[in-house]
């Protein structure tokens, strides 16, 4: 089946500095991959839609200059969050979109990033 | 806007009694609708859609239209059921998807 890793599976940084987290498509080709953030106890919550050759497209409310998206290839996204914060401290979630157009895009998700900024 | 409603936060239920998630969404031209679930330190997987009109590990939903629900049933549930289930509507030529904020369901023994 389709698989999508995630590197690093966690990450403690400095508050400042920025992080990078891979999202890749093990065994498929993915135009567009989404990003997601997730706070404890609570839903995903689409941060912005990588796609391959072209901008990120971002969700009302997230800062772009904040978290860097690009798509590098058909099968690699990387998120990157600039001079982090501790607010900026979650579980970060990717997918991509698998499946015969027409007969309902299956999401597989990624196993997330846990990003602790101190 | 795009919404989805899961009313119930938490559902406990006994093994062997019935289960239905509750899903209600708002959402413009005709979305696919989706169940995900996530189990204990698990990722997110799919359950089911509604397009295809499966039994997953004895789950179904049925789309109403009319309603605009998408509710998650089982007749008998079972202690691996525990988990965390998403209802997700998803639309548009990229197939983002809308997430409720979830039902966390126990089953007891």
């Known amino acids: 089946g389709a698989v999508v890793s995630q590197h690093p599976s966690w990450v403690i940084c400095k508050s400042g500095t920025s992080v990078k987290i891979e999202c890749r498509s093990l065994?498929?080709?993915?135009?567009?991959m989404f990003w997601y953030r997730q706070f404890p106890k609570q839903s995903l919550m689409l941060m912005a839609t990588?796609?391959?050759?072209?901008?990120?497209?971002?969700e009302q409310g997230v800062e772009k200059d904040k978290f860097l998206i690009n798509h590098a290839s058909l099968t690699l996204s990387t998120l990157t969050v600039t001079s982090a914060h501790p607010e900026d401290s979650s579980f970060y979630i990717c997918?991509?979109?698998?499946?015969?157009?027409?007969?309902?895009?299956?999401?597989?998700f990624g196993p997330g990033t846990r990003l602790l900024v101190l | 806007a795009q919404r989805v409603t899961q009313p119930e936060k938490l559902l406990s239920v006994f093994k062997g009694a019935p289960v239905e998630l509750k899903c209600n969404y708002s959402?413009?031209?005709?979305?696919?609708l989706f169940w995900y679930v996530q189990y204990s330190r698990q990722r997110l997987q799919l359950l089911l859609r509604?397009?295809s009109r499966e039994s997953i590990k004895g789950f179904t939903a049925d789309l109403n239209k009319g309603e605009t629900s998408f509710h998650l049933k089982k007749p008998f549930a079972q202690e691996e059921d525990s988990a965390m289930y998403y209802c997700?509507?998803?639309?548009?030529?990229?197939?983002?998807?809308?997430f409720g904020k979830g039902t966390l369901l126990t089953v007891n023994p």
């Open positions: 997918s991509a979109p698998n499946g015969l157009a027409g007969s309902g895009e299956t999401q597989y």
């Open positions: 065994d498929f080709q993915a135009t567009t």
């Open positions: 959402y413009s031209g005709s979305p696919e």
């Open positions: 997700a509507p998803s639309g548009g030529s990229n197939y983002k998807l809308t």
């Open positions: 509604h397009i």
């Open positions: 990588s796609n391959e050759g072209s901008k990120a497209t971002y």
